[in-house]
């Protein structure tokens, strides 16, 4: 019984599940503006609902600026009013043909809740590491009614525990820096 395609699914899905939870810590913003800031806003446009990135340039001149350039000038107020809507705390400012998001210094509370949001978001990505290494076991199991031995059996079960332990590490190394970071004045 061949056991690799396992163990690539296996690896694969708690990369997805690493790169899913990177990309929700960059969305909490540590009072330093970064484009990845407005990753989750959605502009309704031209009659569909579009990424930000899709329909205008974003950039950070300052580590307190977010300057978004719309491609098209005519939909600067549909911008503005998705950044508004998004609840990320941001405010836009028209400028000409482009809109100033000044980034907020973040208050004691709001980096409390902030952190609590960040224990969320790794929390979830761990629950869906064991959901993956659970579903590996099972697949195991299956593979073991169709011929796999006992001892490869068990050999292939403590090399699936030790990349959940593995992806498990990763999640709380990112957490703690992303906590660091948000509790940092």
């Known amino acids: 019984m061949e056991t690799t395609p396992i163990f690539e699914k296996l690896k694969s899905d708690m990369n997805k599940t690493i790169e899913h939870t990177l ?26 609902t579009m990424s930000l990135k899709e329909c ?14 719309p491609w098209d000038k005519s939909i600067s107020g549909d ?25 907020p210094e973040l208050t004691g509370d709001r980096r ?20 993956i290494r659970r579903d590996a076991l099972d697949q195991l199991k299956n593979a073991q009614k169709e011929g796999l031995s006992e001892d490869d059996y068990k050999r292939h079960e403590k090399e699936v525990q030790k990349e959940h332990d593995d992806f498990i590490q990763k999640i ?14």
């Not at 913003?29 to 970064?34: D, V």
């Open 56 to 69: 205008a340039a974003v950039t950070t001149p300052d580590a307190k600026t977010i300057v978004v350039q």
């Open 112 to 131: 409390q809740e902030l952190v609590k949001t960040a224990g969320s978001i790794a929390e979830d990505g761990k629950i869906r590491i064991r959901q």
């Open 172 to 185: 709380n190394d990112y957490l703690g820096k992303k906590e660091a970071d948000l509790k940092q004045v």
């Open 79 to 103: 911008i503005e009013k998705a950044i508004q809507n998004a609840n990320l705390g941001l405010n836009p400012i028209a400028d000409g043909g482009i809109l100033r998001v000044p980034v």
């Open 23 to 48: 990309n929700e810590f960059n969305n909490l913003h540590t009072g330093k503006a970064s484009p990845a800031m407005l990753d989750a806003v959605k502009v309704n446009a031209y009659g569909s």
